[in-house]
């Protein structure tokens, strides 16, 4: 199974950078460009959506990537390292994980184990 790690560039440390490495998990830094970017990338099973905060579900990053699932039978997993209010519109994602703090490197590594 094929992961990609979408992660903000400021939580992107060698540490997390490591375990995708040593997992074979691809990384991408979130910027405006995120859906020509997913568009390149096939045979993706599994995507992280690591960011300081749960993302709001009208921001432009989540629509894309949204749109980019939608018709792909992807697991889509959204992980906040800091704890936020998570908005009461329906998530897209299969789970969401909010407050990970310093467990987030070891919940990143369990998610990309999974089968």
Request: charged share 30%.
């Amino acid at each position: 199974m094929s992961s990609l790690l979408l992660i903000e560039a400021k939580l992107c440390k060698n540490s997390i950078k490591q375990i995708c490495k040593n997992k074979n998990c691809e990384v991408i830094i979130l910027d405006k460009n995120l859906l020509k970017k997913l568009k390149k990338k096939c045979g993706i099973n599994k995507i992280i959506l690591l960011t300081e905060n749960i993302l709001s579900r009208d921001l432009k990053i989540y629509t894309t990537i949204k749109e980019f699932i939608k018709s792909k039978n992807i697991f889509f997993t959204e992980i906040g390292y800091k704890k936020s209010k998570v908005s009461n519109d329906k998530a897209f994602s299969n789970a969401l994980i909010n407050g990970s703090g310093i467990n987030t490197e070891t919940i990143l590594e369990k998610i990309i184990n999974l089968k």
